[in-house]
């Protein structure tokens, strides 16, 4: 039987969402590999002229050269992607600064980090700048991320606003929707450059953070190839270059 149209639409979307990841086999053969990314935090992986731009886009690209492959760019929310991984067909390879933790290890494979990074409070001045001023606030982090699970976790009174995107947060912040946010440290330096009048300030550097990559779990032939191609990417002064292009200095860790 048919389905009817009213239903067709979520046969589709169950069936594209219910599907293997890929093997490395199956890549090479079709010459392609999809890259999922959000899009969404400047200057690591954001839209320009409606095309994915940024430091992790252009890595993701330079490993895909190396072994061989073209890029298809998957844009997709951020807190989604690492179940997106495991369960979409058209999704073999995750780059979107997911920091390495014992939780997504547990649904994921990642790859070798190509960054190291700190969440960091990012403030207006006279804002809270330490973990401990935090108490009784109104603090913002992007819904799936390690900062929202680090504010949510700490053993004080607060409320903790949720947003979509790194841009809606830091935005947040600059407006002075909240008094302060945990965010990645290099995204807290581009958000002063954003917001220049906002008066934005550093705190405290909170933690440590590995950013990889993720494929699918148990993928592991796809994890090796790139971690291949992005040692090889490293060697021939790629990922270097490509730092200091976006940072003025070598983000590897």
């Not at 048919?2 to 594209?16: E, G, I, K, N, Y």
């Not at 086999?25 to 400047?42: L, R």
């Not at 504010?151 to 009174?157: D, G, Q, Y």
Request: net charge positive; aromatic share 8%.
């Amino acid at each position: 039987m048919r389905p009817s149209l009213f239903l067709l639409p979520a046969l589709l979307s169950l069936a594209c969402t219910t599907a293997q990841a890929r093997t490395l086999t199956e890549i090479k053969a079709s010459g392609t590999i999809n890259v999922a990314t959000s899009a969404d935090f400047e200057p690591f992986n954001f839209m320009r002229s409606g095309v994915p731009v940024g430091f992790e886009v252009e890595v993701a690209e330079a490993v895909a050269r190396q072994m061989g492959l073209r890029v298809n760019w998957v844009i997709r929310p951020f807190d989604g992607l690492l179940k997106d991984v495991n369960e979409r067909s058209d999704i073999d390879l995750v780059i979107a600064s997911h920091a390495v933790n014992s939780t997504r290890l547990k649904q994921v494979d990642f790859t070798t980090p190509h960054y190291c990074t700190g969440g960091v409070i990012l403030t207006r001045k006279g804002g809270p700048t330490t973990t401990k001023a935090l108490k009784g606030q109104k603090l913002g982090a992007e819904g799936g991320s390690t900062y929202f699970s680090f504010l949510r976790k700490l053993p004080f009174e607060k409320s903790v606003q949720v947003y979509p995107s790194s841009l809606a947060v830091t935005t947040a912040v600059a407006t002075g929707q909240v008094k302060a946010i945990v965010t990645d440290r290099f995204a807290a330096i581009e958000a002063q450059k954003n917001f220049p009048k906002a008066g934005l300030v550093l705190g405290d550097i909170l933690w440590k953070e590995q950013i990889a990559m993720a494929v699918a779990k148990d993928n592991l032939a796809l994890r090796d190839a790139v971690n291949a191609a992005l040692k090889q990417v490293g060697v021939n002064g790629t990922t270097a270059h490509l730092s200091t292009k976006y940072f003025g200095q070598n983000i590897g860790c």
